[in-house]
Nanobody
Framework: EVQLVESGGGLVQAGRSLRLSCAAS????????IGWFRQAPGKAPEGVSV????????HYADSVKGRFIISSDNAKNTIYLQMNSLKPDDTAVYYC??????????????WGQGTQVTVSS
């Protein structure tokens, strides 16, 4: 059974940093792409960053390029999202996902329960 458990969310001031973690089980990173989506109130889910299961290629949304860094620890079956220079617009529930490999939510059949990130101005 695929399980994705996020941690590390919280309340942070604009300009500061936060690191999210996602512990994965039930599959290996060779099986699926894995990454992060987010959903702000009243908005559709947005792909933030993913790591492909083919070659480990990373993809980022334009809105986070240069500020967020995705990484993985294959030995721990865990991925991370280092979020720097946070902005109030980054406020959302962040979900760990596993599946297809792009930045479209329909590509990902597996979602974690989400962790709230709130950035105050």
């Amino acid at each position: 059974e695929v399980q994705l458990v996020e941690s590390g969310g919280g309340l942070v001031q604009a300009g500061r940093s936060l690191r999210l973690s996602c512990a994965a089980s039930g599959f290996t990173f060779d099986d699926y792409a894995i990454g992060w989506f987010r959903q702000a109130p009243g908005k559709a889910p947005e792909g933030v960053s993913v790591i492909s299961n083919i070659g480990g290629t990373t993809h980022y949304a334009d809105s986070v390029k240069g500020r967020f860094i995705i990484s993985s620890d294959n030995a721990k079956n865990t991925i991370y999202l280092q979020m720097n220079s946070l902005k109030p617009d980054d406020t959302a529930v962040y979900y760990c996902v596993a599946g297809g490999g792009g930045l479209y939510p329909e590509e990902y059949p597996y979602w974690g329960q989400g962790t709230q990130v709130t950035v105050s101005s």
